[in-house]
C-alpha cells in the first residue's frame, strides 16, 4: 500500500511563495499520476494540479494556472508543489494523492484511492 507524507505548509503573507512536498513510501510509477487538491471547511476537495512520474507533464486547476508548479524527483519518490504569488483565497488544507488514472483525465477526489495527512496553508491578507 501507497502512503504518502507531506510537508511544507504554513503561514505567508500575500504575495508570498511556499512549497510543498510530498513524499511517497515507495516508487509509485505503477500509480501514474501524483495529484495536488486542496479544501477549506464546508466545501468540496478540489483539483489543483497533476503532474505524471514518467514524463513529468503537468496539468493545472484554471485558478492557480501561472502561479503554482507541480514537479517531481523520481529517485526521492518526492513531488512539489510550488505556490508563488500566494492569495488569501489559496488558504486551504491541501492533499497530495495518487492514482493509475492518466494525469490528464485525472482531476476528480474519487479517481484517487491515496491521500497524503494535508497539509495547512494560510495565506494572510
Known amino acids: 500500500q501507497v502512503q504518502l507524507v507531506e510537508s511544507g505548509g504554513g503561514l505567508v503573507q500575500t504575495g508570498g511563495s511556499l512549497r510543498l512536498s510530498c513524499t511517497a513510501s515507495e516508487r509509485t510509477f505503477s500509480t501514474n499520476t501524483m495529484g495536488w487538491f486542496r479544501q477549506t471547511p464546508g466545501k468540496e476537495r478540489e483539483f489543483v494540479a497533476a503532474i505524471t512520474w514518467r514524463s513529468g507533464a503537468t496539468y493545472y486547476a484554471d485558478s492557480v494556472k501561472g502561479r503554482f508548479t507541480a514537479s517531481r524527483d523520481n529517485a526521492k519518490s518526492t513531488v512539489y508543489l510550488q505556490m508563488d504569488s500566494l492569495k488569501p483565497e489559496d488558504t486551504a488544507v491541501y492533499y497530495c494523492?495518487?492514482?493509475?488514472?492518466?494525469?490528464?483525465?485525472?482531476?476528480?477526489?474519487?479517481?484517487?484511492?491515496?491521500w497524503g495527512q494535508g497539509t495547512q496553508v494560510t495565506v494572510s491578507s
Open positions: 494523492a495518487t492514482t493509475t488514472i492518466p494525469a490528464s483525465l485525472a482531476r476528480a477526489r474519487t479517481q484517487y484511492p491515496y
